[in-house]
């Protein structure tokens, strides 16, 4: 499990001095700690609407509702939901991938928010092809195998990646943006009738799981071969808000967590919320974990989806 980083007083007072200041400075604390209580509290994470994200912001949203707080979910673009949580103005989000493809974002804002750390290891973007085409590298693409790269938002890190990827490689196809769904929609028409087609990709995604599909090889390392996808949230947050922050600092799964949540919806035409409230009946032992934190005020008995 992940650790939170410690306040370390330093001081060059006598012994007896420190003594005393930390143990006043305990008291406090401990009778902050005492008077909070979740119950009616309101939270705002932000999330881009990619589907991995919508399955792991509805998680983690129903597991703070579940310790009593109200949650408030603001989907925006990706420079924005760095900004709102590094000026305050909302608690925090769960989809920050690094080190590579959200980075300028990350180096911009990072030391404004309170990083939190990973709750998902080993995801990974780049191009795939499905696996009927011959090609298996960046460098075989041309105007000769596609007639574009298919992309998704136009300020997602992975686009800006893509368009590196073009200059590098010297391609003469261009990305064109569209969005996760469209992008999606468009493999999913392309596969059908087994026409050539490359788009964006990441993993965990959900496409993985129902299309044969693979990554293209990146001899040229634009591409970060493996990133994580950690927790940010704003600074203040564990002092306002201290239950809230111990259960987004336990956060974490896997991909196969993840796909499992983004499957039910894409698949099974399962509602985001009802798909996510699934995933914490039958993973109850984990959310337990992610819920063992002094303060939080849970009745699991009542968490059945009541939609």
């Not at 992008?183 to 490359?198: F, G, K, Q, S, W």
Request: charged share 30%.
């Amino acid at each position: 499990m992940k650790k939170t980083n410690m306040n370390i007083w330093k001081t060059s007072a006598g012994i007896g001095a420190a003594a005393l200041l930390l143990a006043a400075c305990g008291e406090e604390n401990t009778g902050a700690d005492e008077d909070y209580s979740p119950e009616g509290q309101e939270i705002e994470l932000t999330y881009v609407a990619w589907e991995s994200e919508l399955a792991s912001t509805n998680v983690i949203a129903k597991v703070l509702e579940e310790a009593g707080y109200d949650v408030t979910l603001t989907v925006v673009e990706q420079a924005p939901m760095w900004v709102s949580v590094a000026n305050g103005d909302a608690d925090g989000f769960v989809g920050a991938w690094l080190p590579s493809d959200m980075a300028s974002e990350y180096e911009q804002y990072g030391d404004d928010m309170v990083d939190l750390g990973a709750n998902l290891e080993g995801s990974r973007t780049g191009l795939a092809v499905p696996d009927y085409m011959d090609i298996t590298s960046i460098d075989e693409l041309s105007s000769d195998v596609v007639d574009e790269i298919i992309g998704i938002d136009a300020g997602a890190g992975i686009m800006m990646s893509t368009e590196e990827v073009v200059d590098v490689y010297d391609l003469d196809i261009d990305a064109s943006p569209s969005s996760d769904a469209a992008m999606t929609a468009a493999l999913d028409a392309a596969i059908d009738n087994e026409d050539p087609i490359v788009v964006t990709a990441w993993q965990p995604h959900w496409k993985f799981n129902s299309y044969d599909i693979r990554f293209l090889e990146d001899p040229e390392g634009v591409y970060e071969e493996e990133e994580e996808i950690r927790t940010m949230v704003r600074e203040g947050l564990e002092e306002d808000h201290p239950v809230a922050f111990d259960i987004l600092d336990n956060f974490y799964w896997d991909a196969d967590d993840m796909n499992e949540v983004m499957l039910d919806v894409a698949e099974n035409d399962m509602e985001i919320e009802d798909a996510a409230q699934q995933w914490i009946d039958n993973n109850r032992e984990t959310v337990d974990e992610w819920l063992d934190v002094e303060g939080a005020e849970t009745d699991n008995e009542g968490t059945d989806n009541e939609e």
